[in-house]
């Protein structure tokens, strides 16, 4: 079975400032997704990137970008020029595509608070 | 809002009781998904339902039910509740049966069992 793990449970950053979530995920397989969601206070998961594993090149969404790392199995996301609407419970995820089954599985999440 | 709606937000109830959650997926969305969010056991796939047939199924209680009907809602019965059902509820929908480009979440029904 897949796991996703992220050892940072908690991490705060300045406003304005760069700060970066760390995910780590175990399997055998070669073709998977992952993805990084965000759950702000209003408790909406919304999805932040996601990453093709066959594709070599970091995804990056405005002021989001992916550290794809395939052979280390980790997966971290970059938060350029911090703003207090990023503070957020922050998720990555792993889907491994095949078969029937597509679910999701999560990590156990960051909780990122920007300061002002 | 992302199109994802589910009824009611909160929801209190009895041990031993039922109670059903209602999804409507995304507009053209045929993919359904329920998660179960909790503190000690964080985000846990249920169960998946696509155009109306139970596609996968992960980690739901035999006292946990769920179906798709024709116009694509979803509806999760929960039974014989105990405490320990206490969590946030997700729905999520996708256009095909494979999510590959990700979910779109509900803002979730946050049961509480008391």
């Known amino acids: 079975a897949q796991t996703v793990t992220q050892s940072q449970p908690e991490m705060s950053v300045q406003e304005a400032e760069t700060v970066t979530l760390s995910c780590t995920y175990d399997t055998s397989e070669n073709n998977y997704y992952l993805f990084w969601y965000k759950q702000p206070p209003s408790r909406q998961m919304i999805l932040v990137i996601r990453q093709e594993a066959y594709k070599q090149q970091n995804a990056t969404e405005n002021r989001f970008s992916v550290n794809f790392q395939k052979a280390a199995k980790s997966f971290s996301l970059k938060i350029s020029d911090s703003q207090l609407g990023d503070t957020a419970m922050y998720f990555c995820?792993?889907?491994?595509?095949?078969?029937?089954?597509?679910?999701?599985?999560f990590g156990k999440g960051t909780l990122l608070t920007v300061n002002p | 809002d992302s199109g994802v709606t589910q009824t009611p937000k909160h929801l209190i109830t009895a041990t031993g009781q039922r109670v059903t959650l209602r999804c409507s997926p995304r507009s053209g969305d045929l993919s359904v998904y329920w998660y179960q969010q909790s503190l000690d056991q964080g985000l846990q796939f249920l169960i998946q339902?696509?155009?109306?047939?139970?596609?996968a199924k992960g980690n739901i209680l035999e006292r946990f039910s769920a179906q798709q009907f024709p116009d694509l809602h979803s509806e999760l019965n929960l039974s014989s509740l105990e405490l320990g059902d206490s969590a946030l509820y997700f729905c999520?929908?996708?256009?095909?049966?494979?999510?590959?480009?990700?979910?779109?979440f509900g803002s979730g029904t946050r049961l509480t069992v008391v």
């Open positions: 999520a929908s996708s256009v095909g049966d494979r999510g590959l480009h990700g979910y779109t």
């Open positions: 995820a792993f889907m491994k595509p095949g078969g029937s089954n597509y679910k999701l599985t």
């Open positions: 339902y696509y155009n109306g047939e139970e596609r």
